[in-house]
């Protein structure tokens, strides 16, 4: 999926993330850019910058916030193992446009494709709070999600099996015992790329 990536100017680091045991949705309970969220949050709240990771509009378009291996701003207690998906509007007194609940389908699939053992729930269900709102379409979102991933459900070619399955003793790539494979959660770009190096 498309993914649009603002140019943000960040307070400060917020660190990164210990763990991915949530996806927590959200509404915006208002109307507005990533960029304007991202501005009353850094400018406002006194935060980094915009506390989710993404944030999916009307129109359906969605926008990264902070990057998903950040520490999102989003759930207090629970911000440094969970992925932060907010979407524009305020669902205690409107419905969600049917764009804005095909691409969160699509971006749900797309996470619980990297994070198959995460489990997506309201923020309401963790924090006192009425978000994501009374009319939030919680089960349109995330029932019968396929997966959908980089790798997801994906057999290795005869001749990468070696080396796939060289790369899962490693640590590098996820084995799920059926033959099929994805990055680990932990392993960044730069180790991925470095332990290559090293191996050439």
Avoid at 51 to 60: C, N, T, V
């Amino acid at each position: 999926m498309n993914i649009i990536r603002p140019d943000y100017v960040w307070a400060y680091q917020p660190g990164r993330r210990t763990a991915t045991d949530y996806i927590i949705l959200h509404h915006a309970a208002s109307d507005g850019s990533a960029e304007d969220i991202h501005a009353y949050h850094r400018d406002v709240k006194g935060w980094a910058g915009i506390a989710y990771h993404y944030y999916i509009r009307r129109d359906g378009s969605v926008y990264q916030g902070r990057e998903e291996n950040w520490n999102g701003g989003h759930t207090e207690g629970y911000n440094s193992r969970s992925i932060g998906v907010c979407f524009e509007g305020n669902f205690e007194t409107e419905r969600m446009t049917d764009a804005q609940i095909l691409a969160g389908r699509e971006l749900l699939s797309a996470l619980k494709g990297r994070y198959p053992d995460a489990q997506i729930v309201r923020h309401g269900e963790l924090n006192r709070t009425a978000c994501p709102g009374k009319n939030f379409p919680f089960a349109a979102l995330t029932e019968n999600l396929p997966a959908v991933g980089e790798n997801a459900g994906e057999q290795p070619s005869d001749w990468a099996r070696e080396s796939v399955e060289r790369w899962i003793e490693l640590g590098i790539l996820r084995g799920d015992g059926s033959g099929s494979y994805g990055l680990q959660e932990t392993v960044t770009l730069e180790r991925m790329v470095t332990l290559v190096e090293r191996r050439i």
